[in-house]
């Protein structure tokens, strides 16, 4: 099995920065990538970024250029900083392992709310 860890949402004004993490452990072998996602009340779950073992990543076209994904393989974690927020950022984001398996051994955290005010 996969654990993953949440870390870092909170409130903040627009403009301002977050940074969040994922530390991973257990089972890591079969993890392909890992991923941020997000999902705003009454929206979809949607991909933020994700960043792959070679260390190729992409983004949604609505953080391009504010949006960082990186990892720290010493200290198992994936880190997504978050620049110049943006109201409509505001989501429960989720961290995500990807399993080279296939989505039914992909492993999810439990998610942290980041909340940005106007």
């Known amino acids: 099995q996969v654990q993953l860890v949440e870390s870092g949402g909170g409130l903040v004004q627009a403009g301002q920065s977050l940074r969040l993490s994922c530390v991973i452990s257990?089972?890591?072998?079969?993890?392909?990538?890992m991923g941020w996602h997000r999902q705003a009340p009454g929206k979809q779950r949607e991909l933020v970024a994700s960043?792959?073992?070679?260390?190729?990543?992409r983004y949604s076209n609505s953080v391009k250029g504010r949006f960082t994904i990186s990892t720290d393989s010493a200290k198992n974690t994936t880190y997504l900083q978050m620049n110049n927020l943006k109201p409509e950022d505001t989501a429960i984001y989720y961290c995500?392992?990807?399993?080279?398996?296939?989505?039914?051994?992909?492993?999810w955290g439990q998610g942290t709310q980041v909340t940005v005010s106007s």
């Open positions: 257990g089972r890591t072998f079969n993890v392909n990538s």
């Open positions: 995500l392992a990807a399993s080279k398996l296939g989505p039914q051994d992909d492993h």
């Open positions: 960043i792959g073992k070679t260390g190729n990543t």
